[in-house]
């Protein structure tokens, strides 16, 4: 079965095999339909921009089993945790929240909110869900590493990824954000957290738009955009625990790990970020779709549909609406950002910070206070750690030396980027939904009116064949591209997780179906 989420508020149904429309549910939602999630073979999960998830039974679409309230603004992805039996969605709120499908009350299923960080953009789990991914519009890719479900919420209270990546770009301690520093520990044993913002050398990501898992949960596949809305690109990060994390041996099919700095001190001079911080774009149009009408629909194959962002009467640009296809049970991901000219380091700061401005007054609030105390401190020949307790006094041959807050650090992130590929930024404003292939081979993207095949390299290897020798990021390889074959802008993209079948939808509504033997594209 094929379902397609529509933007005039609908979902279609389709048999895959014969191509033919079996069934179709107007007004599904009250606005546009984002996402499809199967949870098994009969009951799937809907989400839309009029804030609601809704529970459906493939042997009844006359009436919803469920509707589910909780997000207060546009629901864009939803996923399943087989381990928990939990439903996981995620919107433009920046909340994720789990509901307990087999816990029904008078009014509502028991849920709960999970975490919660402005500038969220999509939130995805591995297959065996024992990771959750989440992408933001601040070009950073945040893993959560043995997750837990249960103590997620409890173990990330009051935790703010912008604080902490301000930090590190700054170089500057921020006490608020580094009393969070055990959260990185390779030591901890569940919802440890690792940020992943490497991306290649002339592409400033900015918005991280698309976010898909590789089948075996080896990767994250990705596409960004730009900070001046030029380019777009696709990438692919190594999402595993590496081994000194996890103090064992890796699995053979697992890729290599990336050497990555040790942790700096606070107070010592750190090396550059890789790439230059990304800055906000300019608010005429984000992630903002042409304007809506109601001749055009967008059909995703399990996944949302192109909603329009209304930026514009928001107090504070919102990434618009993204459009995807997702048949049944397959999941994908891919994205990349295009380049860039680089700021200056003062402009870049500043630019980052912009990006954040939810967190930067707290921020400069805390910065200014930390540089008082220290100050004050260096004068008292006494400095306080952060964690309560002041360090003891070190006698140099000059005297006592001035005190600094000696036990935190300010993390380093690894270097996560294996491929990446630079891709066309035609139909700028919309979110343009990449996916794996089954065996995690292949990578469709949209590409203008069509879409183009990816591959690790031209015999289409897995990724663990790929990178035994792999010192640095490598570029993907077209290994088929068709253009012009839709009328309108491919914003969705799914492969069949059982036959050998690839579905594309574009802006005009219209579904493509792909067959490898006969090279045509099938109506």
């Known amino acids: 079965m094929l379902v397609a989420a529509c933007e005039k508020k609908s979902i279609q149904i389709f048999d895959p095999l014969t191509h033919q429309k079996i069934q179709s549910v107007n007004d599904a939602h009250s606005d546009c339909v984002n996402c499809v999630k199967f949870l098994d073979a009969r009951m799937f999960a809907t989400c839309s921009d009029d804030t609601t998830i809704a529970l459906w039974d493939v042997r009844n679409l006359k009436k919803k089993i469920r509707t589910l309230l909780g997000h207060s603004k546009w ?3 939803i996923e399943f945790s087989v381990k928990d039996k939990l439903l996981v969605t995620s919107g433009l709120d920046g909340s994720i929240y789990t509901w307990d499908i087999n816990s029904y009350t008078e009014y509502n299923l028991v849920y709960q909110k999970v975490f919660h960080t402005s500038s969220l953009m ?4 591995s297959p065996d869900a024992r990771q959750m991914v989440m992408c933001t519009t ?4 945040i893993i959560i ?3 837990n479900l249960s103590t997620l919420a409890q173990d990330l209270h009051g935790f703010k990824p912008n604080l902490y990546r301000l930090m590190q770009m700054s170089q500057q301690m921020i006490p608020i954000a580094a009393m969070y520093d055990h959260l990185f520990d390779s030591s901890r044993k569940e919802n440890r957290v690792e940020f992943v913002a490497d991306f290649p050398e002339d592409n400033d990501a900015e918005v991280v738009s698309a976010l898909q898992i590789h089948p075996q949960g080896w990767s994250a596949l990705s596409r960004n955009i730009s900070h001046d809305d030029r380019s777009e690109w696709t990438c692919i990060h190594d999402i595993q625990p590496l081994e000194s994390e ?8 697992r890729a290599p790990p990336r050497c990555a700095p040790s942790p700096a001190p606070a107070h010592a ?5 890789r790439r230059a911080p990304p800055r906000r774009l300019p608010a005429r149009a984000r992630l903002r779709p042409l304007a809506r009408t109601h001749s055009r629909s967008q059909l995703l194959d399990g996944i949302s549909p192109a909603s329009r962002s209304r930026a514009e009467s928001e107090p504070e640009p919102e990434p618009g609406p993204s459009s995807a296809a997702s048949s049944v049970p397959a999941e994908e991901q891919l994205a990349a950002p295009a380049p860039a000219p680089a700021a200056p380091p003062a402009a870049r700061l500043v630019a980052s910070m912009s990006s954040i401005q939810n967190d930067v007054w707290e921020a400069s609030i805390t910065v200014k206070q930390n540089r008082m105390l220290q100050e004050f401190y260096s004068s008292s020949m006494l400095a306080p750690s952060t964690s309560g307790h002041t360090s003891r006094d070190i006698t140099t041959e000059d005297g006592p030396a001035p005190r600094r807050y000696a036990d935190r650090f300010i993390r380093q992130n690894k270097e996560r980027l294996l491929y990446y590929i630079e891709e066309t930024n035609e139909g700028k404003g919309f979110i343009k939904e990449l996916c794996y292939s089954a065996d995690g081979r292949l990578v469709c993207s949209p590409f203008g009116r069509g879409m183009r095949l990816l591959a690790l390299n031209e015999d289409c290897s897995e990724l663990p064949h790929c990178v035994q020798d792999l010192n640095r990021p490598r570029l993907m390889v077209d290994v088929g591209q068709s253009l012009g074959i839709h009328q309108d802008l491919v914003v969705s993209s799914r492969f069949s997780p059982r036959y050998h079948m690839l579905v594309t939808g574009c802006l005009e509504g219209k579904i493509l179906w792909y067959q490898p033997y006969s090279g045509e594209a099938l109506y």
Do not use: F, I, T, Y
Not at 246 to 253: F, K, L, M, P, T
């Open 75 to 77: 629901v864009k992805n």
């Open 122 to 125: 999509r939130c995805r789990l």
């Open 138 to 141: 601040g070009g950073l890719l």
């Open 145 to 147: 590493h043995d997750l």
């Open 246 to 253: 996890r103090g064992v041996a890796r699995d053979s099919c």
């Open 269 to 273: 001079p750190a090396s550059p970020p």
